[in-house]
């Protein structure tokens, strides 16, 4: 499986990017899919998940309310919509794929696939 992020770029707080993710996978659909990031000298942490129908999600509590993730199983692409962008959500951004296929799984080391990420950065 291969996963092909795009969408960050720079943007003024209170503002709003999309992220994509393309995957290559064969059968798209028992993938768990999610978002992570990665703030300079900081762990990666978890930002939300998808389930492989796409009627579960789960979200960080920082971004609950903000952000929303979707998933479009016939083009094989996972989307994260951010919205109020503040300074502190300047990170690289990573999809990534579990083969659980569940919205559980909060932790990278859960995690099979990468994608090679993708940068975020909020101006104040």
């Known amino acids: 499986v291969q996963l092909q992020a795009s969408g960050g770029g720079l943007v003024q707080a209170g503002g709003s990017l999309t992220l994509s993710c393309a995957a290559s996978a064969r059968i798209f659909t028992r993938l768990g899919m999610a978002w992570f990031r990665q703030a300079p000298g900081k762990e990666r942490e978890f930002v939300a998940v998808i389930g492989g129908s796409g009627s579960s999600t789960n979200y960080a509590d920082s971004v609950k309310g903000r952000f929303t993730i979707s998933r479009d199983n016939v083009k094989k692409a996972v989307y994260l919509q951010m919205n109020n962008l503040q300074p502190e959500d300047t990170a690289v951004y990573y999809c990534?794929?579990?083969?659980?296929?569940?919205?559980?799984?909060?932790?990278?080391?859960?995690?099979?696939?990468w994608g090679q990420g993708t940068l975020v950065t909020v101006s104040s």
């Open positions: 990534a794929a579990h083969r659980g296929g569940g919205s559980s799984h909060l932790l990278p080391r859960y995690y099979n696939y």
